[in-house]
């Protein structure tokens, strides 16, 4: 079974509108946390946010918060105020375990784009 | 800082031919992983280390070969490449810490014909 599904391949939104990205993920540790990263064309792997399985409160970075509903599993990127230089893909990430040596596990990410 | 360095950035390769592509770390980052990224698809763990001399196998470790002598450097080993492993390569490090992100390098594109 997939660990960590995206299910948007692609998505369109108008510049200074929101977007969110969806993310579920599956995994039977009580521990384990939640990366999303940003991939632009020129392909090196940008770090945007972080939540801990454990966190109360959804985890917020500048224009980047994560709407975290841990019942059903999901981890939804929000991009508040789009603008044309988040036109990327965006990857889904989870760490299973306590133990911070484990790999981090990927989804198939999701190619935004942001239109003028 | 210059974080974490791939070298090289390009590589083509025949059919059956080997090669090591390189990575080096500056932040003293015990863990280092490597990650392949298929076109259109998400990263896959190849092989990772938790410290100097210590690795293991990751999703898909066959075809290739790691060392880890030093806490800084951790190569990545082709042997026979194969039209299968073409692939863009990335090398990422973390620190300890379970709230920790992987910091990447630019990757390492590579074509096998």
């Known amino acids: 079974a997939q660990k960590i599904t995206q299910t948007q391949p692609g998505m369109f939104v108008q510049e200074k509108e929101a977007v969110t990205l969806d993310c579920t993920y599956d995994t039977s540790d009580p521990s384990y946390g939640l990366f999303w990263y940003k991939q632009p064309s020129s392909g090196e792997m940008i770090f945007l946010i972080y939540q801990g399985s454990y966190d109360q409160q959804n985890a917020t970075e500048g224009r980047y918060s994560l709407n975290f509903q841990k019942a059903r599993k999901s981890a939804n990127l929000v991009i508040s105020a789009s603008q044309l230089g988040d036109s990327a893909m965006y990857f889904c990430?989870?760490?299973?375990?306590?133990?911070?040596?484990?790999?981090?596990?990927f989804g198939s990410g999701t190619q935004l784009t942001v239109l003028p | 800082n210059a974080g974490v360095t791939q070298t090289p950035k390009f590589r083509i390769l025949k059919i059956g031919q080997s090669m090591t592509l390189q990575c080096a770390q500056d932040m003293n980052h015990n863990y280092m992983y490597w990650y392949r990224q298929d076109p259109g698809m998400g990263l896959k763990l190849i092989y990772y280390s938790v410290g100097a001399g210590i690795t293991d196998k990751g999703e898909v470790p066959n075809g290739y070969n790691v060392s880890r002598s030093t806490t800084e450097d951790f190569p990545l080993r082709l042997e026979l490449a194969a039209p299968s492993q073409t692939s863009v390569y990335f090398c990422a490090s973390s620190p300890t810490g379970s709230k920790t992100p992987l910091h990447f390098g630019n990757g390492t594109r590579l074509t096998v014909t």
């Open positions: 990430a989870m760490r299973e375990g306590r133990d911070s040596a484990r790999q981090l596990t």
